[in-house]
């Protein structure tokens, strides 16, 4: 039997006025590229919180290849990687390539590692050349590579992306397309969010919608626009297009 890399088991998040997430049950299997479609305030995020402890589930859990995400976050949160929608670089007094360095301590690499995994990384995503540089020298599409970049530091075996492309132009939503296919191709399971129906299409083997904490459908991209021509779930297509034009 296969341990499937996540697991949501029945996860409900529940605050005084909101349901987050209502009996969310989902399996991703080990080395799959998965997509969480939905429209903003689906529960997108807040399923991506509860993986690393940022959310505590009202009820049910999360499980990391058979670790729960609270009881063991500290095994769960080596083998994930995490970029969040909002830019997470607040290291204002290290230049970029020491953002990355410091990043690995938090994982236990060694500082020689360290190094040579940043200039790799660096290298990967077309920053080598503002290495020297302050995160507030920056363009908005080098942030986003350098959070790619942070998430990777420890090699993680999962790889978690929340939003990725929100407010990216084309040529940097395609260039972050192009490099989240090649890390697939190397085996790391991939969770992504996005109320972009492109992105969910171009990259996704499987996808699951969210509406209002609930999940409606979980198939492929075909199999779900099947279902969309079927009128099954044509609403909450057309809330996601009028959120894509946003």
Known sequence: MIVPAISFQHLRKAYRNL???????LDLQPGEFFGLLGPN?????????TII?????????????????????????????????????????????????YQAGYFGVSPKHAGSRADELLQQFALWDKRASRVQELSGGMK???????????????????????GADVELRHQIWEM??????QGKTILLTTHYLEEAERLCERVAILQKGRLLAVGSPKEL?????????EDVFLELIRSDKQ
């Open 180 to 185: 989240l296919q090649d890390f697939h191709q």
């Open 144 to 166: 986003r590579r350098l959070m790619l970049a942070k998430a990777l530091m420890h090699d993680p075996e999962i790889l978690i992306l929340d939003e990725p492309t929100a």
């Open 53 to 101: 402890g940022l959310v505590k589930p009202t009820a049910g859990r999360v499980l990391i290849k058979d670790l729960d995400a609270v009881r063991d976050y500290r095994q769960v949160h080596r083998l994930v990687g995490i970029t969040f929608q909002e830019f997470v670089l607040d290291a204002q007094f290290l230049n970029v390539r020491e953002i990355l360095i």
């Open 41 to 49: 305030g689906a529960g997108k995020t807040t399923s991506l919180h």
């Open 225 to 233: 626009a099947r279902q969309r021509d079927q009128h099954r779930l």
């Open 19 to 25: 349901i987050a997430l209502d009996d969310l049950c």
